[in-house]
């Protein structure tokens, strides 16, 4: 390492350098996404506080990527929350990337049963 080599400060790291980041890996996704089918993956768990965190995956048969995540301390995890997310995060596959998701893979929680067992009666094309 060259001691003279200046470390960018906090605030180009965490703006600056963190967007071009953020670019490319969101341009990686859509290149390995784009007009192929995809599989979307939903897993919730909770903190020790017991608020709910909901996360996305995509896998396209090769790769597995990391779509979003959502952290609530406000909202009740039930049905129609997981839905509402799932719904929007296929939407955000379709139109932002492109992709067209033609399954879900969900944990074994209730809510996600649920709509796993009856994904057309909660308006989902799978």
Request: charged share 25%.
């Amino acid at each position: 390492m060259n001691p003279a080599y200046k470390i960018p400060s906090h605030e180009i790291f965490g703006t600056t350098i963190l967007d071009e980041v953020y670019l490319d890996t969101k341009q990686v996704l859509k290149s390995e996404v784009e007009r192929r089918k995809v599989t979307i993956m939903q897993d919730d768990w909770s903190t020790n506080q017991n608020d709910p965190i909901i996360c996305h995956s995509l896998t396209n048969g090769t790769n597995s990527y990391f779509l979003d995540g959502t952290a609530s301390k406000t909202t009740r995890k039930d049905t129609d929350y997981c839905l509402d997310l799932l719904q929007k995060s296929i939407h955000n596959v379709e139109t932002e990337f492109e992709g067209s998701v033609i399954a879900c893979v969900t944990d074994n929680g209730n809510e996600e049963q649920i709509i796993a067992n009856q994904p057309r009666n909660f308006g989902l094309r799978m």
